[in-house]
């Protein structure tokens, strides 16, 4: 991968030119993409970013000619988009967020269908079949039904099928959304093969800033408008003189966070491994003995900007305010219930017919922590979270949740639970009144009560302005908040989290992650699946699971030390996951 952005002297394969668009919507009218000019470079990877409603689905529906403009002019591959759509979109490929795999069609069928599609001459498709199942891994899975395959898997197989016939220009939103970091490094490694040994060339959204720094380019969206395009470090480089790296051993480092967070002159304030990443709003060092006072083991050192700061600088300075910190939710702190696990599991397993999806598994949970269960796409994550709440029974073993044996008594326990399900579980057809309406009715909440908790999830998670939108209608984040909100409608003693953060944006996620640590510091025990390596160090203990099973359990420091090796001595969270993965997948029990 090139360092910088290089622009070959060849006419750009994308160019928008003044281009907007517009749509009505639940009965509003919504701009989409205003004003919007921007060229794509050939045989290169470029990045489309933006926090949710951004416009780039939009951007990317008009570029593969599924869309016309309202006004300006797209031109793809030297063809005018208005005017030339049908034969623009025999010469792309496109990958929409979802991708239109027929979940009861096997992998070879889907690529038959694909190709029958592109009009892939039989004679080619032997030879192209099997590139492309050796570029993705799946050639040992051609006779699987796309619906069983995992999550990373159903993505590289949509990815087979875009590809089914070579593009000269690749679309991919947000490709990656959804999957783990092993494959999440596989996808990356396929496109970027494409553009070294093919010379294609590739748009591509995505809601990870960690990826944007691995594009060539990267084009920056908010509310329709162009921010800026240009190569990531170009746009690092702004930050350049306030970054920081705080650690102070007195204090946990989501207290020292919730010290930083919103302070005079910070810009910003994430954990990052063992303390707080700092990015401040003028090239100063932080005053610790002011931002931290009484605290006498403070420090502070400089470390490089990356993209992911300066993409927060500009959203703060766009939209002209950064998120504060959350009000604790009103009521009482969950009291404390002395030594004994809030949540203990002991030997459990769960057994579709023959196959286990979850197996000896056993760990403890403390009143108030955050804790982590992290694993690859169908490592058992979500059935083990099933279990714990009570929807799902287990094959053998124990479980105990608030003191309860959800074997004989899961309601019970069900009551003192809030879940989050990866999909958010709301009514689409509902409005966010009507939803709350609804989980608080679900959850038993009547007259006063239910009236008050309603009132406290329109202010505390500002919805207040959203309260006839139709569910279905709101961007990601919002459906985000609802969400969460819908959750917490009962005042649960515990909180499980299935993937909470999945495909939004970097100040949505920040947002969530204050209110979670402001209930975890109020005694609610939060259970938290993530496929963002940074998330999991927020949590205070984590295990990592592969096939059912506990791969290693601790805190994020010890699993990181674990990993470490002569070639890499202080690896980050990703490293750890992908090393133990790795490992678990060499091993002659995972043959």
């Not at 891994?137 to 898997?153: D, E, Q, V, W, Y």
């Not at 959204?205 to 908010?222: G, I, Q």
């Not at 030594?339 to 769960?350: M, T």
Request: include cysteine; glycine fraction near 10%.
């Amino acid at each position: 991968m090139a360092d910088a952005m290089e622009s070959p002297d060849t006419a750009a394969v994308l160019d928008f030119a003044g281009v907007g668009r517009s749509f009505e919507a639940g009965g509003r009218h919504v701009t989409a993409l205003q004003d919007v000019s921007l060229q794509v470079s050939p045989g290169v990877v470029t990045g489309l970013i933006g926090p949710d409603g951004a416009g780039k689905t939009t951007l990317m529906r008009l570029a593969a000619g599924l869309l016309r403009a309202d006004t300006g002019r797209v031109t793809v591959l030297g063809l005018d988009a208005g005017r030339d759509a049908l034969q623009i979109q025999s010469s792309i490929g496109y990958m929409p967020q979802r991708f239109g795999l027929y979940e009861d069609l096997s992998v070879q069928e889907n690529l038959d269908l694909y190709a029958d599609l592109q009009g892939l001459p039989e004679s080619e498709r032997p030879a192209r079949y099997a590139e492309l199942m050796h570029m993705t891994g799946l050639g040992r899975f051609t006779g699987r039904l796309a619906g069983r395959l995992s999550g990373g898997m159903k993505q590289k197989l949509g990815l087979a099928c875009t590809l089914v016939r070579p593009p000269r220009l690749l679309l991919l939103d947000e490709p990656t959304v959804g999957v783990d970091p092993v494959s999440r490094r596989e996808l990356w490694a396929i496109v970027y093969r494409l553009v070294e040994q093919n010379g294609m060339s590739v748009l591509l959204s995505t809601a990870y800033l960690d990826e944007a720094e691995r594009c060539h380019a990267v084009v920056m969206l908010h509310q329709g408008h162009v921010l800026g395009q240009d190569s990531p470090a170009a746009f690092s480089n702004e930050l350049a003189g306030r970054s920081f790296f705080v650690t102070a051993a007195s204090l946990h480092k989501r207290d020292l966070q919730a010290r930083l967070d919103g302070a005079a002159g910070v810009m910003d304030a994430v954990i990052q491994r063992n303390g707080v990443r700092l990015v401040m709003d003028d090239p100063v060092a932080p005053d610790l003995a002011r931002l931290l006072p009484g605290v006498v083991d403070a420090v502070a050192r400089p470390v490089p900007p990356r993209f992911e700061d300066a993409f927060v600088a500009r959203m703060t300075v766009r939209t002209g305010s950064r998120a504060g910190r959350s009000a604790p939710p009103p009521g009482q702190d969950v009291q404390a219930g002395g030594d004994r696990p809030v949540i203990e599991v002991h030997e459990l397993a769960r057994r579709f017919g023959n196959f286990y999806a979850v197996r000896n598994l056993s760990f403890t949970v403390r009143r108030g922590e955050v804790f982590g269960l992290l694993g690859a796409n169908g490592a058992g994550k979500s059935t083990t979270f099933r279990m714990l709440c009570g929807l799902l029974p287990p094959s053998d073993g124990r479980l105990q949740v608030a003191g309860v044996n959800l074997r004989v008594a899961a309601p019970q326990a069900r009551s003192r639970i809030g879940y989050m399900s990866q999909k958010f579980s709301l009514y689409a057809n509902l409005s966010v009144g009507q939803n709350l309406l609804f989980f608080s009715s679900a959850y038993g909440l009547t007259g006063t009560r239910r009236k008050t908790r309603i009132q406290w999830a329109l202010d505390h998670f500002e919805l207040t302005g959203q309260t006839d939108t139709t569910s279905g209608d709101l961007p990601l984040g919002f459906k985000q908040r609802l969400a969460l909100a819908c959750a917490l409608m009962h005042e649960p003693d515990i909180l499980f989290l299935d993937e909470p953060t999945s495909g939004v944006d970097p100040l949505a996620r920040r947002e969530f992650w204050r209110r979670i640590n402001t209930l975890a510091s109020h005694g609610v025990t939060v259970l938290v699946t993530t496929h963002f390596m940074e998330e999991a160090e927020y949590c205070d203990r984590l295990v990592i699971m592969a096939a059912g099973e506990i791969l290693t359990l601790g805190t994020p420091e010890d699993i990181k030390r674990g990993a470490a090796t002569a070639a890499l001595p202080a690896p980050g969270m990703e490293d750890a996951f992908i090393h133990l993965i790795e490992a678990h997948d060499a091993s002659p029990a995972a043959a």
